[in-house]
């Protein structure tokens, strides 16, 4: 994994959301489950969502900030996902495909949490506790959205 700096960082988890809402809108016209699908279409339009914020994100962000490097945290806590959409989520039910997202976005929040931690100039400290606060606002969004699903 080639990351260096913070913004090459905040690139990649870009990536990472919207990868799996692409992998999810893919499996979501195949699964032969209707509520599996109805939650694979919602959320990978609330990744897509993400990945778009996270770009606005890196477009408001200061490009000193953005060049600050990244030491080695990546290479001993990598992100767990799917990095080819290999239909994985065709084999789950709708409890566990919803599980496993959030489960992937446990570990971003983890990720920007950590990277908060270590950042040693302010705004790149605050760079990832806003963008930890988004992930964690949009994590409860989706939790309740999800919850009405399962209600129905």
Do not use: P
Not at 29 to 34: A, F, I, K, N, S
Not at 82 to 109: A, N, S
Not at 115 to 135: D, G, H, N, P, W
Request: glycine fraction near 4%; include cysteine; proline fraction near 0%.
């Amino acid at each position: 994994m080639g990351i260096k700096t913070f913004g090459e960082l905040i690139d990649w988890t870009r990536d990472l959301h919207q990868h799996l809402a692409d992998c999810l809108a893919h499996c979501a016209t195949r699964h032969d489950d209707e509520r599996a699908r109805a939650l694979l279409k919602y959320l990978a339009t609330h990744e897509s969502e993400l990945a778009l914020i996270i770009n606005k994100f890196e477009h408001q962000s200061a490009q000193n900030t953005l060049e600050t490097r990244v030491y080695d945290h990546l290479q001993h806590n990598t992100i767990k996902t799917h990095q080819t959409c290999d239909e994985h989520y065709l084999k789950q039910d709708f409890q566990g495909i919803y599980r496993e997202v959030m489960d992937f976005h446990g570990q971003i929040m983890k990720l920007y949490q950590t990277m908060s931690e270590k950042a040693e100039i302010r705004e790149a400290k605050e760079l990832f506790e806003a963008l930890l606060t988004m992930e964690k606002n949009e994590s409860m969004r989706l939790a309740s959205q999800v919850g009405r699903m399962d209600d129905l």
